[in-house]
């Protein structure tokens, strides 16, 4: 007659069987993230080569990092077109927003309308016609539909905020150090669709840092979250955070947009690429 396990032979077999998950899931995780930072780092490139194909087409000008808000033109079907009460400063520009008040009433989770805003975007013919490309893999949410933002020195529009206190470039020709000079940060749910940016004249954030690949929920864990960003000449990286108040600033944990700045390798490196430093 054959025995069946006994318990303790049963324990035993589970306990292994633990062991082995404890030892294997971690590693799937880790495999898991760097094939959607892989991707991320596709996407912004892909983003960048658009970028310059646009500049080339347009006699070297930069496109504008500003973004003109959309509207819903019908509702069935649904239509959507540049508001014509911004169309006339801005033109049609990258990708659009929803702006809430200039969009009438949509809403920024209104996936349709997101959608819209990348394939009304004068990038989008260079994209190849994807919509995929301007979306990162961490981004969860099925409304998300753009991920990655322009810094404000490459920001072709009216002069922004920072004009007479950082370099803003019109043209590509101006630009000489292409391989160090920043194009796209990975923001991802925090994309205003306009710009992202430290501040040129002193040593303070303006945006938040992006926090990602992967946060994984607690600030001890800090180094292994960063983002990917994107360079002139074409070439993208992921910038892995090494000072722990990046983090901190990003997540509110401190809302001291200064005192988490100073002798901050993370701020002085970002600062570098997209202002060549600080200005005084």
């Known amino acids: 007659m054959k025995k069946g396990f006994t318990l ?3 324990l035993v077999v ?16 880790k495999a898991k993230d760097a094939a959607r930072r ?61 702006h809430p008040t200039a969009s009438f009433g949509l809403q920024t989770t ?29 981004d969860r949410e099925d409304w998300q539909a753009c991920s990655y933002s322009p810094v404000d020195a490459m920001d072709g529009a009216n002069p922004p905020y920072f004009e007479n206190k950082g370099k803003i ?16 940060v990975c923001v991802g749910t925090n994309a205003s669709n306009q710009s992202w940016t430290v501040c040129p004249n002193k040593v303070e954030w303006w ?3 992006p926090v990602r690949h992967p946060y994984l929920g607690d600030t001890s864990t800090f180094r292994q979250s960063g983002t990917t960003v994107s360079f002139v000449d074409g070439h993208a990286e992921y910038w892995k955070w090494q000072d722990r108040r990046t983090v901190e600033f990003a997540l509110g944990i401190s809302k001291d947009r200064a005192a988490t700045a100073q ?9 570098m690429a997209i202002w060549g430093g600080l200005k005084r």
């Open 14 to 29: 589970v306990s292994i069987i633990a062991l082995l998950l404890a030892v294997i899931l971690p590693g799937l995780r």
């Open 207 to 209: 945006d938040k840092p």
């Open 110 to 138: 209104d996936a349709k309308a997101q959608l819209a805003c990348v394939t009304m975007g004068t990038f989008y013919p260079y994209s190849g016609q994807s919509p995929d490309i301007y979306r990162c893999p961490e």
């Open 38 to 98: 892989t991707i991320c780092l596709s996407n912004i490139k892909s983003q960048t080569l658009s970028w310059n194909l646009y500049a080339n087409d347009n006699g070297g000008k930069i496109a504008a990092a500003k973004t003109t808000p959309i509207y819903e033109t019908s509702s069935n079907p649904r239509t959507f077109d540049w508001h014509p009460g911004y169309l006339k400063n801005w033109g049609p520009t990258w990708v659009g927003m929803i």
């Open 169 to 184: 470039y019109k043209k590509t020709t101006e630009i000489r150090h292409a391989a160090t000079m920043l194009v796209f």
């Open 8 to 10: 303790i032979e049963l």
């Open 263 to 271: 002798n901050n390798e993370d701020f002085t490196k970002l600062q």
